[in-house]
């Protein structure tokens, strides 16, 4: 087996090939690669990898069951740390966490493991084969209500059953996952994959109940009464809007809006769903973080119009993962740094173009980045049918103006303490609603988090 300095590719679709339907875009390693790959690891006494995952997945263990053809044991290991391997594998930003500690990054013209392609692949094997017996501790008398099924709701609800406690999901939506389902497009990450592990953690016994919106269906107050304790697990799905002038003209969407027209409603698939999305021929994007690579790459797929992504700062400041970025630029989407939206012009109330600022960058501001500073003066019309604002998003109010009780912080985010504990008594919170939009996997380390500090809870209230 070669130990090259390089990583073993992945195959991926062609741009020109993808970028017309909804497909998964990255294939993943067969077998044969997968194992060339797990080679190149050094197995380090002191995996700085371990240290860069935010849930602390024994990186070198499972390369080495793959390395030794024990597939089964290294998704043993996956499993272990993490109830959605398949899911991690495919949407994790590995550059900034386990690929970009690894230790191969320090050696000259080396690359780091494609631990996030190594994770898919023995995901992928797992749900295909599935080896792995669900093993549930003795039954506890204590029940826990979780509030919303995103990655930290779904894990604080796994890890809880796993050692014995009755856990039942409320979400508002029909379909659980929260941004797993639709928010992340189903080219990047297939709806079908999702399912297969949200099915994985029922079959450890967590209920989940659709379709209840908790503060409207039914109250805090209520879960309180009838559960021994309650996680709010409920994401930050309110979106910003730039409101600039014209932003009521017909054409103009936040990212939310557009891709859960896409994911959830499958507009896409108009007419076989009644949920059509018209772009017109000429979109503009608003925003450089994962979120706006998903809008314009959906938009793309529409196979309507052109696609322009406007952001006021440069290609180094950009916050998507890389390799969604990489994506976006061969699929033909055009990127134009240093540039601003300040006014949407319009006709009989629809959008027709954007007036755009031309940025610099200044000095570092709180984040640690240049500033984006507007050039006096400088500003150019961009033609625009649609324009999709992917600027961030807020808390949703609905749960928490009904428990005006809870603390919040300075940003309108759940106030919780380094246990997650909120300033009420049983009420725990993590994942968005606390840090404000993050990851997937800083989401899933504060389901678990949480859940060890509802155990302790419990157990101390006995
Ligand atoms: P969410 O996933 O937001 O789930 C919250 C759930 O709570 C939702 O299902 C919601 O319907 C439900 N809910 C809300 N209010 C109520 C209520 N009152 N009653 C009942 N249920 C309620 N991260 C990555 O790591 N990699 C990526 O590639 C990536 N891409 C992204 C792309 C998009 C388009 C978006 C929007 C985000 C992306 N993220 C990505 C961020 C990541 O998805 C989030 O950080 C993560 O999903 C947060 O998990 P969560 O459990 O806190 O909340
Ligand atoms: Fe393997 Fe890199 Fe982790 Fe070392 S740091 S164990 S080489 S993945």
Redesign the pocket.
Known sequence: MSTSKKRVPTRERAPEERNKDFYEVNLGYEKRDAMEEAERCLQCKNPLCVKGCPVSIDIPGFIAELKRDHISESAKILKTYNYLPAI?G????QENQCEGACILNRMKDNEPVSIGKLEKFVADWEREHKTLSVSVKEKKSKCVAV?????????CAAYLAERGYDCTI????HM??????????EF??PKSIVQDEIEAIKSLGVKIETD??????ITIEELRDEFDAVFI?????TPKMMGIPGSELIGIYS??EF?TRINLMKSFKFPYFDTPVRTGKHVIVVGG???A???ARSALRLGEADVKVIYRRTESEIP??IE?YHHAVEEGIEFHWLTNPVEYIGENGRLKAVKIQRMELGEPDASGRRRPVPIENAYEVFEADTVIE?IG?TP?K??LETIPQLKLNRWGNIDADETLQTSMDGIFA??????G????????G??KLAAQSIIEHLEKRR
């Open positions: 991690c495919r949407v994790c930003p509030v919303g099924s995103g990655p930290s709701g779904l894990t409320f979400e508002a939506l659980a996952g929260g941004v797993l389902v639709y928010g992340i497009p990047r990450l209840i919106i908790v503060g409207k269906t697990g409920i994401g930050a799905g990212s939310s891709l973080g994962n979120v690579m998903d809008a998507a993962r969604e992917a998003q949703n609905v749960l993590g994942g968005d609603i606390v840090t939009a993050a990851t997937v996997i800083e989401a899933m504060a389901g």
